[in-house]
């Protein structure tokens, strides 16, 4: 589907670092899909990586992220900084398709030629990002946005991968769902460097913040002092607070040192989850071997845990 | 499930214009997204540049537009050209509706690669993104895998 072969690598790379909207947008589809050529294109722009802000929006499905992010992209542009944004939703493991309806709430900027928005379908990656969402938040770097917003999968408790990504996480909820709260507690919750309480209009909102305060209050050390913002996100009001609150940050303002080094956990990540991957992919390759062993263990020939490193050697053998 | 080494359609589904009737572009989202494709809603009530502009930023494969409105000829002449000077002309366009059949000649003059009138079997649309995607260069196979 993607006509860019590799011998337009070079032009594509050059469009991306001159910040071209098109040439950006080409640039994704190679690296998503990994296509001919991904590789080069990614290593020609590993020099103009690390400039750009990352503040990761993440919380349960409908607590008005999208909506949350539309605005902030409008707070700011008003700050006069150019914004990307990488919208995540969910692939069906049935089917694969997906419905990326994240952008449908984003319209406001939508002939804004600062911002820039791309959705992305999971595609099997749990922990509620894309696994291609390492290298677009890279080049959408590169291609000279101050600030990248990225959306995720609103499943609940396992959005865990954002926290790794982004420079700041925010953790988004809404008022009056009890479950919204209960979700928050153990997985999510711990992650967050900023904690939104959206729907603020909404009764049982104030009673929101106190459970969160209080929840807060138990932590020990480091995240005790997470802040709690109340938003309206379809009205706009306590948006500005949120991107104050994101601005003046600590880990919104990391030295380079620290860059580097959040730079190379990251790497550590995406090396051990390729080779997992890589064993994945393997694995399904070599279908009939895993048939024959679970035979195997269906005759009790073997037990399953032997079974899984006849099926390693196989694959890696 | 194992993940298919042939790439799914992006598909950007959209209204333009004062026609607010969206139910059947909801469904077909969904029964694009059953069959596997990667359907972007983008909603209704929109101009022509915010249609061109999504396409552009998500680099889809194809453009669905929804019209009950009557005003198909004006909007779908103007997306198509804006694709085309855009750069665009490789992204595919069908239409869907309350579409005359008179007016099918002439959308499809225009750029328009498929149209599905009123009480279209889903299949046939289906049929059609099978074929639109064959037609395309195939897909590199993933280089990871």
Redesign the interface.
């Known amino acids: ?3 860019s072969g590799s011998s337009n690598v070079p032009a594509l790379r050059d469009g991306v670092l001159a910040g071209d ?2 040439a950006l ?2 640039a ?2 190679l690296v998503e ?4 050529g ?2 080069p294109l990614l290593s020609g722009i590993q020099d103009r990586v690390g400039r750009a802000s990352v503040v990761g929006f993440t919380g349960p499905p409908g607590a008005g992220k999208s909506t949350l992010v539309n605005e902030f992209i409008k707070e700011q542009r008003r700050r006069k900084r150019t914004v990307g944004v990488i919208a995540v939703d969910p ?11 994240d ?2 709430r984003m ?1 406001d900027t ?2 804004d030629g600062g911002v ?4 992305l ?1 999971s ?2 990656r749990l922990g509620g990002l894309s696994s291609a969402a390492p290298q677009i938040v890279d080049l959408m770097d590169a291609s000279g946005r101050d600030v990248i917003v990225l959306e995720t999968v609103g499943a609940g408790q396992s959005e865990v991968d954002i926290a790794g990504l982004a420079d700041v996480t925010v953790v988004v909820c809404a008022p009056g769902l009890g479950d919204d709260i209960q979700a928050i507690k153990a997985g999510i919750l711990e992650i967050a460097d900023l904690l939104v309480v959206n729907k603020s209009d909404q009764p049982l909102a104030k009673e929101a913040v106190r459970q969160l305060k209080a929840m807060l209050m138990l932590r020990q050390g480091a995240g005790a002092d997470v802040e709690v913002i109340s938003t309206i996100a379809t009205s706009g009001e306590g948006v500005r607070e949120l991107a104050d609150a994101v601005d003046r940050h600590p880990r919104a303002r990391f030295s380079a040192d620290e860059r580097a080094s959040r730079r190379l956990a990251q790497l550590r990540r995406l090396i051990t989850e ?1 080779a997992l ?2 064993v994945r ?1 393997r694995c ?2 070599n279908d009939h071997a895993v048939t024959e062993l679970g035979h195997a263990v269906l005759r009790a020939e073997t037990d399953l845990e032997s079974a899984s490193y006849t099926l390693l050697k196989v694959i890696l053998g | 499930m194992a993940f298919k080494t042939k790439l799914p359609l992006k598909i950007l589904l959209a209204k333009v214009g004062f026609d607010g009737h969206d139910r059947g572009v909801k469904i077909l989202t969904s029964i694009l997204r059953e069959h596997g494709h990667e359907v972007i809603y983008l909603g209704k009530y929109l101009m022509v540049p915010m249609v061109l502009e999504a396409a552009m930023q998500e680099d889809v494969d194809i453009v669905g537009l929804s019209f009950l409105g009557g005003s198909h000829l004006t909007y779908c002449e103007e997306i198509a050209d804006g694709l085309r000077r855009r750069g665009l002309s490789q992204v595919g366009l069908m239409v869907g509706g309350v579409i005359p059949d008179k007016d099918i000649e002439r959308l499809k003059n225009a750029g328009v690669h498929a149209v599905f009138t009123t009480n279209t079997d889903t299949r046939d649309i289906l049929t059609f993104l099978d074929a639109f995607a064959a037609s395309r260069v195939a897909p590199s196979t993933p280089a990871d895998s």
């Open positions: 589907m993607e006509p909207p098109a947008a080409q994704i589809t899909n990994k296509l001919a991904w590789q692939s069906s493991p049935k089917t694969g398709g997906a419905v990326l309806g952008r449908v319209t939508a002939l820039f928005i791309r959705s379908a595609r099997g390729g991957q890589i992919h399904e390759a």
